[in-house]
């Protein structure tokens, strides 16, 4: 019987097809723990795709497929694998696939000592099982995504590493429906990263948590002074919240604003003479850039915003630890001397106690003092210190 047109272009239709069939397959059955020879191969396309292929994908098909793939797909094919010492160099991803393919050869033994060489196959996500875990957890522990949010990413996460599927199932309990119930996070977050490549403004309408007694619960309320216009910067993670550092026309330096606190937001057409003005960057001491959220992040201190100032600490050695948890490894200690611990007062011969210099925001390093007040001194700015001295003894009186 003669082939007519239609039964030749569904035939070469199919045959194109398995190409994914055979890529999907991979991906779901297959990592670098669990490569796949042929056979294998073969077996999972036809149990997974019966209706597509007719089960009729043989061994001869697959090595025909692979050979193809490997020989017409630059960059598909990896020589190596991507693991936590790979640099971005190593990566190369150049078509973007956000996967690759290896080819392995298995050497095994039969029990008359003859070896036998079985080619491998394999699927890998170059994002890493580390890496995959590590955007889970801090996603899943975030209080202000809702529960639906987080189940929608860890589905998504999952997609991308298959194998690891049960291990990214979001659960919710009890007290997620209580700890995670805002619903506008995500879709805030997704705003704002527009509005910033837009190099537009924005009116922030912003709001404060407070206690209502008339419905007994915790709500969020306009804060005094909103709406106002200003405009998106940089999106920044600090101390377990989201923030979007803004520049505004009222200071002379950024404002901090978490994201889950945000009442509205709505994008603004900006002309580069309202960029300028809302720059945040007019202070003589004020940051020239944010290229760097990491140095943004150590000179403000739970995220109060300011101008930088110059602090003289005196610290005890042990905290040394939470200095550079909270301002990063640049602080400048230097160890005080017993004359210098008696010029100044510090009569505590068992601990050892360093001088550091550091900037911080002047509202973020009062907070710092106060919490560690029996580790931390503010020697300098004196109007700083004295702040800080009169709050404590303030709040001694209370307690009395």
């Known amino acids: ?75 598909l094919f990896r020589i190596d694998d991507i693991t936590t010492y790979s640099t971005p160099e190593d990566i190369h991803d150049d078509n973007h696939f956000g996967f690759y393919l290896r080819h392995i050869i298995d050497v095994k033994k039969s029990e008359n000592c003859k070896t036998a060489k079985i080619s ?5 996500s170059i994002l890493l099982e580390s890496e995959l875990m590590t955007l889970y957890d801090a996603i899943e522990t975030y209080n202000y995504f809702a529960v639906d949010d987080i189940m929608n990413i860890s589905l998504k996460l999952s997609s991308l590493r298959p194998l690891s599927k049960n291990m990214l199932t979001y ?85 901090n604003l978490r994201v889950d606190r945000m009442l509205y937001i709505e994008e603004i057409d900006a002309k580069s003479s309202d960029l300028k003005k809302y720059s945040g960057f007019g202070g003589k001491k004020g940051n020239t850039d944010i290229e760097s959220k990491s140095a943004y992040r150590a000179q403000n201190p739970v995220m109060y915003s300011g101008e930088p100032t110059h602090f003289k600490l005196l610290v005890r050695s042990s905290m040394i630890n939470t200095m550079v948890d909270v301002f990063g490894k640049n602080i400048k200690p230097e160890i005080l001397s017993i004359q210098d611990q008696n010029k100044l007062g510090i009569n505590d011969p068992s601990s050892e106690w360093l001088k550091i210099r550091i900037d911080s925001s002047m509202d973020g390093m009062m907070l710092f003092a106060k919490e560690y007040s029996g580790d931390v001194i503010i020697l300098s700015p004196e109007e700083v210190r004295m702040k800080v001295r009169n709050l404590l003894k303030a709040a001694l009186n209370d307690y009395s």
Not at 120 to 124: D, G, I, N, T
Not at 224 to 249: A, D, E, Q, T
Request: charged residues 25%.
């Open 1 to 75: 019987m003669p082939i007519t047109p239609e039964k030749t272009k569904s035939k070469k239709s199919e045959s194109r097809n398995n190409v994914l069939y055979l890529i999907l397959t991979l991906k779901n059955h297959s990592d670098r723990n669990n490569p796949l020879s042929i056979s294998e191969i073969a077996e999972h396309i036809n149990k997974d795709y019966t209706e597509q292929c007719g089960g009729n994908i043989n061994y001869h098909t697959v090595g025909r497929l692979l050979d193809s793939l490997e020989n017409s797909c630059p960059g």
């Open 120 to 124: 491998k196959y394999y699927y890998e």
């Open 171 to 255: 659960r919710p309990s009890r007290a997620d429906d209580i700890l995670k119930e805002d619903k506008n996070v995500l879709d805030s977050i997704s705003y704002l990263a527009e509005i910033i490549s837009h190099k537009n403004l924005a009116g922030i309408d912003y709001g404060t948590y407070a206690f209502n007694p008339g419905s007994s619960k915790i709500e969020l309320i306009r804060k005094k002074g909103y709406p106002k216009v200003m405009l998106p910067l940089r999106l920044i993670w600090s101390n377990g919240f989201y923030y979007c550092i803004m520049g505004n026309s009222e200071y002379d330096n950024t404002v």
